[in-house]
Nanobody, 125 residues
Framework: QVQLVESGGGLVQPGGSLRLSCAAS????????TGWFRQAPGKEREGVSC???????YYEDFVKGRFTISRDNAKNTVYLQMNSLKPEDTAVYYC???????????????????WGQGTQVTVSS
């Protein structure tokens, strides 16, 4: 049974940092593209970042230079390091996987097969 579990969310002040984790069971993340998505109150879900099987990474413009996606194969976990957080980053963050690569800059429009239940990130003073 495939399961993705996000963790690491919480309350942080503007300018602060958080590291989100996406721990997988039932599949090996080294063979799947993994994306991070987020959904803020009253807004549509949007893509944040994606890491491919061969470690090519993609970032949406609003997080470039601030967020870093990575994978630890030994832990079967994908991370999202978030620095210089802004109030606009407040959202529920989800990880998801798909077979194959992220592909291109339109990765977030592609189908993802497995989803976690999300972790809340709140950026506020």
């Amino acid at each position: 049974q495939v399961q993705l579990v996000e963790s690491g969310g919480g309350l942080v002040q503007p300018g602060g940092s958080l590291r989100l984790s996406c721990a997988a069971s039932g599949l090996s993340l080294r063979y799947y593209a993994t994306g991070w998505f987020r959904q803020a109150p009253g807004k549509e879900r949007e893509g944040v970042s994606c890491i491919s099987i061969i470690d090519i990474t993609y970032y949406e413009d609003f997080v470039k230079g601030r967020f870093t996606i990575s994978r630890d194969n030994a832990k079967n976990t994908v991370y999202l390091q978030m620095n210089s957080l802004k109030p606009e980053d407040t959202a529920v963050y989800y990880c998801a996987t798909r077979r194959g690569q992220c592909g291109d800059s339109n990765w977030s429009k592609k189908g993802f097969d497995s989803w976690g239940q999300g972790t809340q990130v709140t950026v506020s003073s």
